[in-house]
């Protein structure tokens, strides 16, 4: 079983607008709209590379409602807590003429006491009736096999910054592996709770760390972010230049094999948007991982995701044929 969950859900438009004028008449020439949220977009992503799905999370309101249905009418099962506050929306204006690219993010409404208790019980209770009926899940010889609970995005108000950690372990005692993208201190809260997987880009992990993001490279970060929170795998992306990742698998009764690599991308053309690009990687990543992949053809499989995201209007949607012909120009050093 996939598991994502999405505490700030959105409903995403994408506009390109050629020429944006700042304070002056702007006319669209192409808009997508998609259930958005960085949880909703692994979900996403995963659905059309053939995985079976479910999306947790908070919506409300008609947004939410919108959200609800576009997920569902992609395949993807939900398993959302209503809130009493409507969803957000974010908007993404791509000016291609310039190469330019404004985002307007909404803040997250806050969340109630109550409603962050249902959400706790609803994850458990689709976590334990899938541990309930599990048999043989994971891969012999995989230690990164299995069912996974996907954490990714940021938190709204009324949710505390230990809310991941606390998933994390409540992950571990059902049987399932965590993933974690976030950023602040509810990535270094959540590294303190030793997730299986963490995935998040050079800028998250220096802030997380401490260091100067201009004088560590992506390797470096990757391997402190190992060290710090005794991980498996700690991926961290640096855009179009690729992704580094450290891991320490380990595996009962014989010697943990250590990964250390750079995974570069191919160019991919014509780039139309890049946001939700890290999205596709983690959805990529994490749905090779469960079904028993090596690291290093899932990592590459994470990358022509990212990749073929940037062909795309809208947030972490691609195509999966992009993503078969992206991979073989995938380079791993």
């Known amino acids: 079983m996939l598991l994502t969950v999405s505490v700030n859900s959105s409903l995403d438009t994408a506009y390109i607008v050629p020429g944006l004028i700042v304070d002056g008449i702007n006319r669209v020439k192409e808009k997508a709209t998609v259930p958005g949220g960085k949880g909703n977009n692994v979900a996403r992503v995963l659905r059309e590379l053939g995985y079976h799905v479910v999306a947790s999370g908070f919506a409300g309101g008609s947004r939410g409602a919108t959200i609800h249905r576009g997920l569902e009418e992609l395949g993807v099962v939900t398993e959302f807590v209503w809130t009493a506050e409507e969803s957000r929306t974010c908007l993404a204006l791509i000016d291609p003429v310039a190469d330019a690219l404004t985002q307007v993010l909404e803040p997250g409404a806050p969340i109630a006491s109550g409603e962050l208790l249902r959400l706790k019980q609803k994850l458990g209770g689709v976590m334990g ?25 940021s938190l709204p108000p009324g949710v505390p910054s230990g809310f991941y950690a606390e998933l994390i372990h409540a992950a571990r005692s059902y049987g399932f592996n965590a993933a974690l993208d976030a950023s602040g201190e509810a990535l270094r809260l959540g590294l303190k709770a030793r997730p299986a997987v963490i995935k998040v880009n050079v800028s998250e992990a220096a802030e997380a760390l401490g260091m100067n993001e ?22 961290v992306t640096a855009g179009r230049e690729g992704a580094a990742a450290v891991g320490r698998l380990e595996q009962a009764g014989v010697d943990p094999t250590i990964i250390s690599c750079f995974v570069k991308p191919p160019a991919a053309s014509p780039v139309v948007s890049t946001v939700g690009s890290g999205d596709a990687f983690l959805g990529g990543l994490v749905g090779e991982l469960s079904t028993g992949r090596d690291v290093i053809e899932a990592l590459k499989t994470a990358t022509a995701c990212g990749a073929a995201n940037a062909l795309t209007l809208t947030a972490a949607t691609i195509r999966k044929a992009d993503a078969a012909h992206l991979r073989e120009g995938v380079k791993v050093a």
């Open 129 to 153: 009736e899938y541990a309930a009926g599990a048999v043989g899940t994971g891969v012999p010889d995989a230690p990164l096999s299995g069912p996974y609970l996907l954490l990714a995005g």
């Open 214 to 235: 201009r004088r560590a490279d992506a390797l470096t970060l990757a391997e402190s972010l190992r060290a710090a929170s005794g991980c498996q795998l700690a991926v």
